[in-house]
């Protein structure tokens, strides 16, 4: 079966700093885009996409509201993928998701179709 599933988030103060981490099973990180996408409180219509990565070839995107703060990683090896996030601002409190898409290329929740169940972060003020 394939799935993702998430863990890492929790809360934190403004400024601070959680990994999320996305470990995948049934299948290969390699073969796939993994993304991380976000659901704003009150917003339950759009996931936007905090930022995608195509293992095969690295290609990364992020959102402008991460540029600079987030940083998306993977372990081949652990067939996991990583969200760094630092200097979180209260903005950024939202459920996270992470999301395959067979040798995707972008960061459109649409096209992604392995989801997991989401984590919660919180940023506090």
């Known amino acids: 079966e394939v799935q993702v599933v998430e863990s890492g988030g929790g809360l934190v103060q403004a400024g601070g700093s959680l990994r999320l981490s996305c470990a995948a099973s049934?299948?290969?990180?390699?073969?796939?885009?993994i993304g991380w996408f976000r659901q704003i409180p009150g917003n339950e219509r759009e996931r936007e996409g905090v930022?995608?990565?195509?293992?095969?070839?690295?290609?990364?995107h992020y959102a402008d509201s991460a540029k600079g703060r987030f940083t998306i990683s993977y372990d081949n090896a652990k067939n996991t993928v990583y969200l760094q996030m630092n200097s979180l601002k209260p903005e950024d409190t939202a459920v996270y998701y992470c999301?395959?898409?067979?040798?995707?290329?972008?960061?459109?929740?649409?096209?992604?179709?392995?989801w997991g169940q989401g984590t919660q972060v919180t940023v506090s003020s």
């Open positions: 999301a395959a898409q067979h040798w995707g290329s972008n960061c459109d929740a649409l096209e992604y179709t392995t």
């Open positions: 049934g299948f290969r990180i390699y073969e796939y885009a």
């Open positions: 930022s995608c990565i195509g293992v095969a070839d690295d290609a990364t």
